[in-house]
């Protein structure tokens, strides 16, 4: 199936929602957001053929797939969060796997630690869950054929897309890294030379593989051809992958973690994702302060925010991993999630003195800011909120010869070896070491809002660690400042992860008084760029209106629909 070129022109031009006239009268009330324009062209599409939230949500990540290939995949790996205009939410794991060959100690090299080894080549590639995910989610809930879904991927594949300046510039800065393999610098560039503004970039490897999965299903891409070029590829070059790791994966279907704040029902993510019990156990905290009366961006609120912030993530390290591999982390994440906890952390907080985080100096390793996010809600009221990732920009950057997907670098989201932990950024905590079939912790933080049955809010954000504090500043940009839903996501977002202990703000985020009264509490501060893409829907339903926004952080995005 083709885009319709019109309502694409549109995208384009805007790179925000369409007009009413633009939409088709038989489905006006259904939006889509995501980072680029054309996949979320191919997920509004799917609503208006009589697709629900599920079925955008899959077009639309298949289609970033090709059109965001620094984010957007099949060889990667993430979440969803489906909240049904009746019945059960689900939240749907299809975090990436460790091989079979995989070890606590893999990225050790005669005793020492390896960076290298940790995050970057072919020690570094995961088991991908991103296609067997979005088909489990869909089997369960999707309405349209599964080979309609592809089809707007496949014909961007196949057919070609015109490069944007966004995409010309990030395909020049990752050149340099793609220079050790061939096929990622034969697919995404021009005999080695960079794509300018206005190219045409096609991928018909990338098309036929996206082909066997419409085809078959998840066995298109687990087994048969596209596994067998996988395996080949990691042989060749000491990888660990192999085609019964492949056909072993399984996405997981898991029961949401679930919240309340200030009357609101929240939904979120459970572990392997830290985010949604970090996200839910920073509201319970907040929600014993009055946010609006101490001001948006003022000292007051930013310290409260700062230090459930904090105390979140200090949790987040102590007991987060895979599930599967930690015996009771169900009832740990209960109890975080408390409010009667929220209340035992409310007492350690000091209006007047920043805590102090410890053990000191070392920080935990950064996760990559390169994820991507898709908010969906569909006529019925139904809604996705869908964040995937590569880790990295453009995974570990090896494209599969023959097959035209990126692989990831997940695998350097584990820690890095047992005992590790030190003063100098290490970390070595049993609960997130490598070992065979398990999933690494994540920070994605898909969440769904609702109030009094109604649905409310979609949201979710890339930005490695960050997300989880993004998704929350959104939140409470809307619940307690009042915000639409523009403005905020283009708010000044700050961030603290408890080590290293200090609070990161966007550049012109806080005003000299603020940042004056933060620092005399003992808060330390640093400036930095921006944190997150926010992508994000709330649903006014006195006015039965959809209101969507688009983070102008990154280039190429938008939201369509009303």
Known sequence: MKLRPAAVLAAFAAAAVLSAATVPAR?????VVSQNFLAT????????????????????????????????????????LYRPPKGEAAAYDFRETAPAGASATMFLRDGKYDPE????????????????????????????????????AITLAREGFMVTDGLARSLK?????MKSYPASIAQFSRAGQPYEMGDVLKQPDLARTLERIADKG?????EGETAALVEKEMKAHGGLVTRADLAAYRAVRRAPVRGTYRGYEVLSMPPISSGGAALVEMLNVLEGYDLKERGFGGAAAVHVVAEAMRRAFADRARYMGDPAFNPGLAAVVERLTSKEYAQELRRTIRDDRASKSSPGAFSWPAESAQTTHVSVVDDARGAASLTYTLEEGYGAKIVVPGAG??????????????????DKGLIGTEPNLAAPGKRMLSSM????????????????????RTIINTVLLTILNVVDFGMNVQQAIDAPRFHHQWLPDRIQYERFGLSPDTAALLRAKGHELRETDTQGVAQAIVYDAKNKVLEGGCDRRAPDGAAIGR
Not at 117 to 134: D, E, F, I, K
Not at 173 to 177: F, G, H, N, R
């Open 445 to 464: 933080t898909p969440a769904i809002l609702s109030r009094d049955g109604e649905l409310f809010m979609v949201v979710g954000s890339p930005g490695g």
């Open 41 to 80: 062209q191919a997920g509004i599409e799917a609503l208006w053929d009589g697709g629900n939230a599920v079925d955008a949500a899959v077009a639309t990540a298949f289609a970033l797939a090709v059109t965001h290939p620094a984010a957007g995949n099949v060889g990667g790996g993430g979440f969803l």
């Open 405 to 422: 997907f990126l692989l990831n670098d997940e695998m350097g989201d584990f820690n890095a070896g047992p005992g590790l932990t030190d």
């Open 218 to 222: 998840p066995a298109g891409f687990y």
């Open 27 to 31: 489905a006006r009330n259904g939006m």
């Open 173 to 177: 800065e990752v050149l340099a890294d």
């Open 117 to 152: 080894r940790h995050h970057n080549g072919y020690l570094s590639v995961g088991v991908p869950g991103t296609v067997a995910g979005l088909h489990m989610a869909w089997k369960a809930h999707g309405k349209l054929p599964w080979r309609r879904l592809l089809g707007p």
